[in-house]
């Protein structure tokens, strides 16, 4: 059974930041491209920053510099740390797991992530 278990949300000041986890089970993490999204309250499920499984990477704009993305695959983790958090930052943020085009990716439960004074 595939898993994807993130963990690191919380609440955090403005300029503050987080580092958020992501830990799979049931896949050959090392084969598949990693990626985190993040979903706004009355807003749809955007792609915030992915890697591959050749550890490329590429970030939504409103995050470059900001954020990054890297991963472990002795711990079949990816990690997401984020500096300068400001709130617009705020929402529910998931982790993605993804074979190839061809296959439906598998998603964790999401962590909550509130950037507020």
């Known amino acids: 059974q595939v898993r994807l278990v993130e963990s690191g949300g919380g609440l955090v000041q403005p300029g503050g930041s987080l580092r958020l986890s992501c830990t799979a089970f049931?896949?050959?993490?090392?084969?598949?491209?990693m990626g985190w999204y993040r979903q706004a309250p009355g807003k749809q499920r955007e792609l915030v920053a992915r890697?591959?499984?050749?550890?490329?990477?590429n970030y939504a704009d409103s995050v470059k510099g900001r954020f990054t993305i890297s991963r472990d695959n002795a711990k079949n983790t990816v990690y997401l740390q984020m500096n300068s958090l400001k709130p617009e930052h705020t929402a529910v943020y998931y982790c993605?797991?993804?074979?190839?085009?061809?296959?439906?990716?598998?998603w964790g439960q999401g962590t909550q992530v509130t950037v507020s004074s």
């Open positions: 049931g896949i050959i993490f090392s084969a598949y491209d």
């Open positions: 890697i591959t499984s050749g550890s490329s990477t």
């Open positions: 993605n797991a993804r074979r190839d085009a061809r296959t439906s990716p598998y």
